[in-house]
């Protein structure tokens, strides 16, 4: 689906579907009608009010067929529900309008964006929302259904502005969020796919692959021997139990000069979480396949980068194992040793993201970055605390949390921040190693974090917890492509902060 911008006239432009929100103009009250359109379908609008028709509720929708006074085949109205929209409404709104747009059985629409206001922000950063939810709602999780897929007929989708002032850039940020949307569709496609097809050489070919799309774009896979070698003794006693080679996936974009300090993504990459010897119960347990969501929003970050040559360096870091029981498996009580030097007494194997987390941590200091962000599926406890609707964030850096908290609300994809107090940390006690690698019944996600914390040097460092976020279960059962949209936005700051 194609998404742009044009300065248009709503009343003669020709369209399969011009679609209407009624005002939510911040001193009006709801309900306006919008500003640039005729008497006709002001009366029209009026009626439909009166009949009690459209509705005040966010999200709700008429579609009149043949409507007069127009070029466009159908009116969609929507009522935007509230006088003045924040970024959270305007989501659900744009979310509205796109699924609706799709069930219709129409090429192209036309959208007015002259109506909708959201407080303290530009049209710019509406149409980029717009463009990354269209495309984002493009998406379909059916690839290994063997029956016929439909295919949205939607093909184009123009934002109109009643002038041609700023232009060029509302026509940038729909290919901005055009291409995040691509990045967060590739993400949801690797955590949809089946541990079976998506196992760590699967994740390590797409890293290849996104790499042969770009000269800025180099890629490094690591295999055990040399993850031996490199003494990643932790890494390693995951992938103890499994057929499945494990894999350290490294990739580098150079947007900037090759100098300067990049920022590191590193991203938990279990492809399939039996829990190992500390096995898990049976329900539920194929989602098990989504713990390598980490891995797969830093790989749709990197498709975002290949697209959008941002002017800053990256460096993708992902450990990429699948924990098995088996004969050879590591048990509770087994202690080993951390590239970092530090030991580790194993009490519960299927706390087994640290366990890799922190010897691609260490690993990741050799790119000696300025920022490191990991992004895991890492707690249950996550999910009992935050639910699906924010990411846990723990961070050492005031200055980085806030600004990965503002890119959170800009785009909707919001994190929570929790503690990583030295309370917390002395949870981690063990009598015969540096630590354990759980911290008791409490607090697990700080617990989750202050173990990681341990291998952290001096620099800013934020934990990203996903475990609620990063994929739905139930009848909507499908991965988000969480926290992708989340850093694409701090990354694009980053970028023009340099
Ligand atoms: N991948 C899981 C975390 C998880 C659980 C994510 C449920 C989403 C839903 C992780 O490896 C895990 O098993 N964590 C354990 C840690 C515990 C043993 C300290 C957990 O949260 O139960
Ligand atoms: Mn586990
Ligand atoms: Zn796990």
Redesign the pocket.
Known sequence: MQLTAAACDLLTKKTDCLVLVLGNQQDDPPLQSPKHIDTTIEDLIKKLKESGDIKETIGSSIVINNPDGLQAKRLLIFSSGEKSLNEQSFIKLATSVGSKLIGLPIKDALISLEDIAICGREKTWEAQQFSRILGEQNYSSGSLKTSIKKIPSLKKVTLALSSAVDLQKIKQACILGSSIAKGVNLSRYLGDLPGNICTPSYLATEAEKLAAQHPQVACKILNEKEMTTLGMGSLLSVTAGTQQPAKMIILQYFGANKKDSPVALVGKG?TF?S?GI?L?SGAGMD??K??MCGAASVLGIFSMLIDMNLRLNVVGIIPAVE?MPGGSAIKPGDIVTSMSGQTIEIL?T????RLILCDALTYANRYKPKIMIDIA???????MTLGGHASALLSNNDALAESLEIAGNSSGDRVWRLPLWGEYDKQLKSNFADMAN??GRTA?TIT?ACFLARFIKNGAWAHLDI??TAWKSGADKGSTGRPVPLLAEFLIKEASND
């Open positions: 279990v979480d829990g500390s898990k989602e098990m989504y713990d924990n519960n299927d706390a087994e993201g599926t890492l707690t249950g406890a996550c999910v759980i911290g697990g989750a475990a609620g």
